[in-house]
T-cell receptor
Framework: GENVEQHPSTLSVQEGDSAVIKCTYS??????FPWYKQELGKRPQLIID?????GEKKDQRIAVTLNKTAKHFSLHITETQPEDSAVYFC??????????FGSGTRLLVRP | ETGVTQSPTHLIKTRGQQVTLRCSSQ?????VSWYQQALGQGPQFIFQ???????GRGNFPPRFSGLQFPNYSSELNVNALELDDSALYLC???????????FGSGTRLTVV
């Protein structure tokens, strides 16, 4: 079955700097890759997603890149703000759309 | 447009008991998935329902079962509760499969 690995497990950046979180997946049939942000005690919230027919997608300060050949995808947050502090999860899904999540990255943005 | 709502928000059960968790999907969403999130970990897929049929199951024992109703709301039932079942149980809904899933706030289950 699918396995998703996520790195780093914790990331601390200065406000205004960029943050990059990386994930790898094992199943070449996976074709949908969402990213979720989860604040303490709250629900995971979809922040951006990408499908396998696209290499990059941007939404304001957030971007996701996908390398199908290498089976990895990354989340890029530019001009980080303290409110970006949260746990971020990547996930992968195949045509069954069962989401397999990574283990999460705790992002801390220092003011 | 209403979001995904789950009930109850918190629950304490004794080992060996049974529990039913409920989920109302977002208006118009016909697909519901359930996830178990242990503390400090990513959500683990339990199963998914599409138009009242289970169409995917993760690596969970048969004592985890579910239902989806004609209005697309859903239940998660867990029998013979074990201490390791203590977790946040999340429900997510979407319009069809493969579209963005919206998560509910979850039910925090504690088994003592």
């Amino acid at each position: 079955g699918e396995n998703v690995e996520q790195h780093p497990s914790t990331l601390s950046v200065q406000e205004g700097d960029s943050a990059v979180i990386k994930c790898t997946y094992s199943d070449s049939a996976s074709n949908y890759f969402p990213w979720y942000k989860q604040e303490l005690g709250k629900r995971p919230q979809l922040i951006i997603d990408i499908r396998s027919n696209v290499g990059e997608k941007k939404d304001q300060r957030i971007a996701v890149t996908l390398n199908k050949t290498a089976k990895h995808f990354s989340l890029h947050i530019t001009e980080t703000q303290p409110e970006d502090s949260a746990v971020y999860f990547c996930a992968a899904a195949d045509s069954s759309y069962k989401l397999i999540f990574g283990s999460g990255t705790r992002l801390l943005v220092r003011p | 447009e209403t979001g995904v709502t789950q009930s109850p928000t918190h629950l304490i059960k004794t080992r060996g008991q049974q529990v039913t968790l409920r989920c109302s999907s977002q208006s118009g969403h016909n697909t519901v998935s359930w996830y178990q999130q242990a503390l400090g970990q990513g959500p683990q897929f339990i199963f998914q329902y599409y138009r009242e049929e289970e169409n995917g199951r993760g690596n969970f024992p048969p004592r985890f079962s579910g239902l989806q109703f004609p209005n697309y709301s859903s239940e998660l039932n867990v029998n013979a509760l074990e201490l390791d079942d203590s977790a946040l149980y999340l429900c997510a809904s979407s319009l069809g499969q493969g579209n963005g899933y919206t998560f509910g706030s979850g039910t925090r289950l504690t088994v003592v």
